[in-house]
C-alpha cells in the first residue's frame, strides 16, 4: 500500500465531506476526520508494529459509505480513482468491516491497525464539540432523549471501541466529565 494513495484519498474526502449532499458537511472533516487522523498519527508512535500506509488509508476509508451515501459512486469506485489496486480495496474493506463488526466482536483481539483506528474514532468524539453537533443536528429530539443517546454512544465507545489502554488512560478524564454532562452525577460534588 502506498502513503501516497492514502494521502490522495485525504484530499478527495475532504472534498466529498463539504458536498451539500453529505448531512454533516460543516463540521465532519474538520471537527472529526482531522482529530481522528491526529490520534492515529500518536499511536502509530505507541505501536511502532503497525503499517502506517494501511492506518492512515484507514482513516480516510472508514466513513466513505457513510460520506457518499447520498452520492451515485461507490467507496470502491473513489478508491480506485485515487490509486488503490483491487487488492489493497479488497483489504481495507476487510479491515474496515472488523472495525464495523465492534459491537459484535472483541477489537483488542483484532489487528493492531484495526486498534489504533477503533480507538481513535472513539476518542475523537470526545474532543472538540462532538457531542454538541450532535444536540445541534437533532433539534427535535428532548434534551433527555439527546443525553440518553450520549451516554448510549460514550458507552459503547468506551466499553467496544477504545480498546487501547494507552487511549483509556489519557482520555479518562474526557469520558468522566461527558458522562456528568449527560447526568450521570455523582452523589457529592465538593467533598
Known amino acids: 500500500m502506498d502513503i501516497q494513495n492514502a494521502a490522495n484519498l485525504k484530499k478527495r474526502v475532504e472534498q466529498l465531506c463539504t458536498d451539500e449532499r453529505f448531512a454533516h458537511n460543516k463540521w465532519y472533516f474538520k471537527y472529526h476526520l482531522e482529530f481522528v487522523e491526529k490520534l492515529v498519527h500518536e499511536l ?90 450532535y444536540w445541534y443536528e437533532n433539534p427535535q429530539k428532548t434534551i433527555e432523549e439527546l443525553m440518553s443517546g450520549n451516554r448510549e454512544k460514550l458507552k459503547r465507545d468506551w466499553e467496544r471501541k477504545m480498546v487501547l489502554p494507552e487511549v483509556k488512560k489519557a482520555f479518562l478524564e474526557r469520558k468522566n466529565v461527558t458522562t456528568e454532562q449527560n447526568m450521570v452525577l455523582p452523589d457529592k460534588f465538593i467533598i
Open 44 to 133: 502509530c508512535e505507541f505501536h511502532p508494529e503497525a503499517k502506517k500506509e494501511v492506518v492512515e488509508s484507514l482513516i480516510w476509508f472508514h466513513d466513505l459509505e457513510k460520506i457518499l451515501k447520498d452520492q451515485d459512486i461507490s467507496p470502491e469506485t473513489i478508491m480506485a480513482e485515487v490509486g488503490f489496486g483491487k487488492g489493497e480495496i479488497d483489504e481495507l474493506n476487510r479491515l474496515n468491516k472488523v472495525e464495523g463488526s465492534h459491537r459484535e466482536v472483541d477489537l483488542s483481539t483484532q489487528e493492531i491497525e484495526v486498534q489504533i483506528l477503533s480507538s481513535a474514532v472513539g476518542a475523537a468524539h470526545l474532543l472538540g464539540p462532538f457531542y454538541a453537533i
